[in-house]
């Protein structure tokens, strides 16, 4: 975990374009809705000399495009669908165009998991412009008051920054490592139900089942 970190914290160090490439990493992993505020706070204590205006920008852009990747390949997913889940996600058509931006904007200025919103956006084929900008909107907000409370904390206390910094990505890399872990383990539990239950019968058990 002490290697991933650092490859975080040197591509921070690299200025504008390596905080890109990072935050766009950590946001291509589905499901761990990585706390996009704590990466802008983070850069803004490690390196102060960025602004903190363009951090908040870029963490944004960054979570954005990695999000619409997820969006796109969940609306290409359809495709494999069958006839009857189509025509029920059709019907949800109306009602996600009525509060879809309003969904995504709240989902993506909060803590609130925004991976789910975003499969049932893409398998309704909500309108991508839409998508883009609700959701950039709503996450610049909360990148730029990330970046904002971790320029203005490094702007009091000197030698702090770089500690906290450290800590709050630690804990960042933790939280995503001990989910993926987490579902990992319940993902091996369900193929473990599913094989068990798909396995032929054996005759003891047959005959059984016929007895009770």
Known sequence: MQEIVQIITDLIYQGYLGLFIACFIINMIPFLSPS???????????????HWVPIGIIVAISATIAKSIHYYVVRGSRMVLSEERVQMLEKEKERV???????????????????????????????????????FV???AVTLAGALIGYSIGSYFES???????????????????KRKTEDEESDMLQDYVESATQPQSKDSKQDLEYE
Do not use: Q, R, W
Request: charged residues 10%; aromatic residues 10%; positive net charge.
């Open 160 to 178: 702090a920054p770089i500690v906290i910094a450290s800590i709050a990505l630690t804990a960042l890399i933790t939280g995503i490592l001990f």
């Open 97 to 135: 165009e009525k509060y879809g931006a309003l969904a995504l904007f709240i989902a993506a200025a909060s803590p609130v998991p925004d991976d789910p919103l975003i499969v049932y956006v893409g398998l309704t084929k909500y309108n991508f412009g839409k998508f883009l900008i609700s959701y």
């Open 138 to 140: 709503g996450k610049v």
């Open 36 to 50: 996009n505020m704590v990466l802008a706070g983070v850069a803004s204590l490690l390196v102060p000399s960025m």
